[in-house]
């Protein structure tokens, strides 16, 4: 079956603007998860949706914000971007009862 | 917040070498698992360990949870360099309604030289 699809690929934007990604998960899986990945922090949770609802957050300020459609497919908006916010966007998928995260190949963003 | 300390941070090494990554924290968790991310790609699940004790192999990689389960370990036998990569270690609450959210070590950069 297909695996999780992350648009696009790559993304430059510059400071101030806004920004959103997309996550298209494996058919079936219900959690989707958001992470953020850079060289000085790693991978750092974002926040997770299940059956449109968000059902975890990290600790990242308001400007990061999301969704989940009825089709599980889910969309990561980023408010007022700042250069600190240029990293590899990923998201993962699961199943209600998996305990395996299924991630895409990621966004890269570059905020100049 | 449980955290992961991975070490070391970064190995370079002479392939047919063997080598041990480490996944520490202060915590008790009910389970850890390991994922390999190669550059331009996300992280890919290598395996889960649930029991104190356990030990996994996956070909030339074996794994192993401590017995007090706040560690755990990796070691891979005679490296080729398409083990290279990053390594991270990961802690998921599963069985709850907390499925989603993994905490991940910083991750260890494996170099393997031809």
């Known amino acids: 079956k297909a695996g999780v699809t992350q648009t696009p690929r790559y993304l430059i934007k510059t400071r101030g603007q806004q920004v959103t990604l997309s996550c298209s998960p494996i058919?079936?899986?219900?959690?989707v998860s958001w992470y953020q990945q850079t060289p000085g922090q790693g991978l750092q949770f974002l926040f997770e949706?299940?059956?449109?609802?968000?059902?975890n957050k990290g600790n990242f300020p308001g400007r990061f914000s999301g969704r989940q459609f009825s089709n599980s497919r889910s969309e990561m908006n980023v408010s007022t971007l700042e250069l600190g916010d240029s990293a590899l966007y990923l998201c993962a998928s699961s199943s209600f009862r998996g305990t395996e995260a299924f991630f895409g190949q990621g966004t890269r963003l570059t905020v100049v | 917040t449980q955290l992961l300390e991975q070490s070391p941070q970064f190995l370079s090494i002479q392939e047919g070498e063997n080598l041990t990554v480490y996944c520490n924290s202060s915590s008790v968790f009910s389970s850890l698992q390991w994922y390999r991310q190669e550059p331009g790609e996300g992280p890919v699940l290598l395996v889960t360990v649930v029991t104190g004790g356990e030990v996994k192999k996956l070909k030339r990689l074996t794994f192993q949870f401590g017995d007090a389960r706040k560690d755990s370990s990796l070691h891979i036998t005679a490296a080729q360099p398409g083990d290279t990569g990053l390594y991270l270690c990961a802690h998921g609450i599963h069985g709850s309604s907390n499925t989603g959210k993994l905490i991940f070590g910083q991750g260890t950069t494996l170099q393997v030289k031809p």
């Open positions: 949706y299940f059956s449109e609802t968000q059902r």
């Open positions: 058919s079936g899986h219900r959690s």
